[in-house]
């Protein structure tokens, strides 16, 4: 059975993927916070202070996902070791980006082929962490971009939750054009990916845009707390992935879809 070494299995991107390819795969996951019992292997790694390196010549996978997250530099040193153990062992490195690389031109929905323009310190970072492991790695890096993500245990949801309970507002970005997709939905479309042993970026999206405002309208109801972000946009600030990746033309997802799914949870807690 082929390993697989997940970077931040904890996590929710890392979490879904690893539901989605345990029946499969022999997973190896690590991060730092524990799983009460985890049905993989998993080791406990803290970004701060421990090498990775050691821990992948110890354990031999024939692909990295990485989906971690942490202090960017220390990140970035996890990555050149990466980068050093896939040269030698001629593994693969899945590497989940984000759509905040082409922060610097919000102007449109970008493509694969769209050039990076990050401003922020976390595009840039990410930026600069796609460079490295595709100068290094070549054909065997493979990049995947996501939009903002969506799940039921995710952060985002949580605060939707939350302002629904009336516990914490949830902020609203007026301008903000976004595409989303659901942990489940992006674990599906990695899959085929990872099975299709495809190459290059992929943009995990759904396949539609829509403004940040009427996005959580369909679902937040007039009591919930809400509150205009800090950042406010006078002209439409995009922040939105498109793909042309015909391999991916069956994986299609809508906004609507992302939507759909949160009202599911939203009905769930109500009745607890």
């Known amino acids: 059975m082929e390993k697989l070494f997940v970077l931040g299995d904890s996590g929710l991107v890392g979490s879904a993927i690893i539901k989605r390819l345990k029946a499969d795969y022999e997973i190896i996951g690590v991060s730092r916070d524990p799983i009460a019992e985890a049905k993989w292997k998993h080791l406990k790694f803290d970004l701060e202070s421990d090498r990775l390196l050691p821990i992948l010549e110890a354990t031999q996978p024939s692909a990295v996902i990485s989906c971690t997250r942490g202090d960017f530099e220390k990140q970035m040193e996890t990555h050149r070791e990466i980068v050093?153990?896939?040269?030698?062992?001629?593994?693969?490195?899945?590497?989940?980006?984000?759509?905040?690389?082409?922060?610097?031109?919000?102007?449109?929905?970008?493509?694969?082929?769209?050039?990076v323009n990050a401003t922020s310190a976390y595009g840039r970072f990410k930026m600069d962490c796609e460079k490295l492991l595709m100068e290094g790695l070549k054909q065997n890096a493979i990049i995947l971009r996501l939009p903002m993500v969506f799940g039921e245990n995710g952060p985002r949801v949580k605060a939707i939750i939350a302002a629904i309970q009336n516990e914490k507002s949830v902020e609203l970005y007026e301008n903000l054009i976004f595409t989303s997709i659901w942990d489940t939905q992006l674990a599906h479309m990695f899959k085929h990916i990872l099975t299709s042993d495809l190459k290059g970026i992929f943009h995990l999206t759904s396949k539609d845009a829509m403004d940040h405002v009427s996005f959580y309208g369909k679902f937040l109801s007039k009591n919930a707390l809400t509150e205009i972000g800090s950042i406010k946009h006078k002209e439409p600030y995009y922040l939105a992935l498109g793909t042309q990746r015909h391999e991916l033309v069956d994986f299609e997802y809508s906004n609507d879809d992302v939507i759909d799914k949160i009202k599911r949870v939203i009905k769930k807690y109500s009745k607890n």
């Open 84 to 115: 050093q153990y896939a040269t030698k062992a001629k593994a693969k490195v899945y590497f989940f980006s984000t759509a905040n690389v082409f922060d610097g031109a919000p102007d449109s929905i970008k493509m694969e082929t769209d050039l």
